[in-house]
């Protein structure tokens, strides 16, 4: 696979002599391995897929660009044999590996702990991928489509997150890519709120955030409601305040831009209109094969917008007693253009 031939030109590149792939989600885009046990060898001219009899049968069936060995020892150990064989020294190993792979690897080796190098390959989406993440939020669309006119007073948070979970499940995702957020009245003021049994009332905002999943991939959108009810200015300003600073994040994404100027475009349209205090998560994140992965879109981020990546836009604003606004679109850049890949409407529905 080409995934695994670009890996082996960085593995020259770092002159070392192989590197050790244990994380799941980059052994499955680099080799297409699905299972839960395994390891990746990958050397400067072959690749080594390490599992046990369990898995044997599905990874003749998965696996792409690799030998596969089936061992019936410690897999730590089977790897040590293959380094040994190959007179390798230098070996690479995953930065967020535990210390007793590292222990192993340096009795017998110069091991390095290395960071995002598969990460740094997952930041672009090929076709196959942008594939899999528009029908990630197709599925994810139609759900809430779905589940949209049960959203109503007296309906509890955690009716909707369960028919909203029930919805994605018939829509072919496997499972959603994180626990569903249903948060009403001022439970929406906590931008990661948990379910509770809480009815709706009358006038109260409620945010929604949810996702879909294709073959690996997930899709990642918020949206947020009002309920008919009293008293609904304050209201409406906030969700109009976030729904410009959504547009104009989207609209400021192009190849080249750094993305911590993404996130400062939302937060100063917040900040100027008087709700910077409660804007205090990033604008943005990259997903894939995790719902959370690079690029990070915020004011600390060191990323660079590249054609092909794929991230989303979610300013919001959260005010204690009140409740909260969150938009959520996801965004790629193609052609030097950003394509929004979330089509649900961003218009203040009260409902």
């Given at each position: 696979?080409?995934?695994?031939?670009?890996?082996?030109?960085?593995?020259?590149?770092?002159?070392?002599?192989?590197?050790?792939?244990?994380?799941?989600?980059?052994?499955?885009?680099?080799?297409?391995?699905?299972?839960?046990?395994?390891?990746?060898?990958?050397?400067?001219?072959?690749?080594?897929?390490?599992?046990?009899?369990?898995?044997?049968?599905?990874?003749?069936?998965?696996?792409?660009?690799?030998?596969?060995?089936?061992?019936?020892?410690?897999?730590?150990?089977?790897?040590?044999?293959?380094?040994?064989?190959?007179?390798?020294?230098?070996?690479?190993?995953?930065?967020?590996?535990?210390?007793?792979?590292?222990?192993?690897?340096?009795?017998?080796?110069?091991?390095?702990?290395?960071?995002?190098?598969?990460?740094?390959?997952?930041?672009?989406?090929?076709?196959?991928?942008?594939?899999?993440?528009?029908?990630?939020?197709?599925?994810?669309?139609?759900?809430?489509?779905?589940?949209?006119?049960?959203?109503?007073?007296?309906?509890?948070?955690?009716?909707?997150?369960?028919?909203?979970?029930?919805?994605?499940?018939?829509?072919?995702?496997?499972?959603?890519?994180?626990?569903?957020?249903?948060?009403?009245?001022?439970?929406?003021?906590?931008?990661?709120?948990?379910?509770?049994?809480?009815?709706?009332?009358?006038?109260?905002?409620?945010?929604?955030?949810?996702?879909?999943?294709?073959?690996?991939?997930?899709?990642?959108?918020?949206?947020?409601?009002?309920?008919?009810?009293?008293?609904?200015?304050?209201?409406?300003?906030?969700?109009?305040?976030?729904?410009?600073?959504?547009?104009?994040?989207?609209?400021?994404?192009?190849?080249?831009?750094?993305?911590?100027?993404?996130?400062?475009?939302?937060?100063?349209?917040?900040?100027?209109s008087g709700y910077g205090e409660y804007f205090?998560?990033?604008?943005?994140?990259?997903?894939?094969?995790?719902?959370?992965?690079?690029?990070?879109?915020?004011?600390?981020?060191?990323?660079?917008?590249?054609?092909?990546?794929?991230?989303?836009?979610?300013?919001?604003?959260?005010?204690?007693?009140?409740?909260?606004?969150?938009?959520?679109?996801?965004?790629?850049?193609?052609?030097?253009?950003?394509?929004?890949?979330?089509?649900?409407?961003?218009?203040?529905?009260?409902?």
């Amino acid at each position: 696979m080409q995934r695994i031939e670009s890996l082996k030109g960085e593995i020259k590149k770092r002159r070392i002599g192989a590197f050790l792939i244990t994380n799941l989600k980059n052994i499955r885009y680099l080799a297409g391995f699905t299972g839960s046990a395994g390891m990746l060898l990958v050397t400067t001219k072959e690749a080594f897929f390490i599992t046990d009899f369990r898995y044997k049968e599905q990874s003749e069936r998965e696996v792409k660009g690799c030998q596969i060995v089936i061992t019936r020892n410690s897999p730590l150990r089977t790897i040590r044999e293959i380094l040994k064989k190959n007179r390798i020294k230098r070996v690479g190993f995953e930065y967020n590996e535990s210390f007793a792979l590292y222990d192993m690897l340096r009795k017998d080796f110069h091991a390095l702990a290395l960071k995002n190098v598969v990460e740094g390959f997952r930041k672009l989406k090929d076709a196959e991928e942008l594939r899999n993440i528009r029908k990630a939020v197709k599925r994810a669309e139609e759900a809430f489509l779905g589940v949209k006119p049960y959203i109503k007073v007296k309906t509890t948070e955690r009716a909707i997150a369960l028919r909203l979970e029930e919805e994605l499940k018939k829509s072919g995702c496997k499972r959603p890519p994180f626990d569903i957020i249903v948060a009403s009245g001022p439970n929406a003021a906590l931008p990661h709120a948990t379910v509770t049994d809480r009815r709706l009332q009358p006038g109260d905002l409620v945010v929604i955030d949810w996702g879909g999943e294709s073959e690996g991939y997930f899709s990642d959108m918020t949206r947020t409601l009002l309920l008919k009810g009293k008293d609904l200015d304050k209201k409406k300003e906030i969700y109009n305040t976030v729904a410009r600073a959504n547009r104009a994040a989207i609209n400021a994404v192009k190849e080249g831009v750094k993305a911590k100027d993404i996130d400062r475009v939302a937060r100063q349209i917040i900040r100027e209109s008087g709700y910077g205090e409660y804007f205090g998560h990033a604008t943005g994140h990259g997903l894939g094969l995790d719902i959370h992965e690079a690029p990070r879109i915020s004011f600390m981020s060191k990323d660079v917008l590249q054609k092909g990546m794929v991230f989303t836009i979610e300013p919001g604003i959260y005010v204690p007693g009140l409740g909260g606004v969150r938009i959520e679109d996801m965004v790629t850049i193609k052609d030097r253009s950003v394509r929004r890949l979330t089509s649900l409407p961003r218009k203040l529905e009260i409902i």
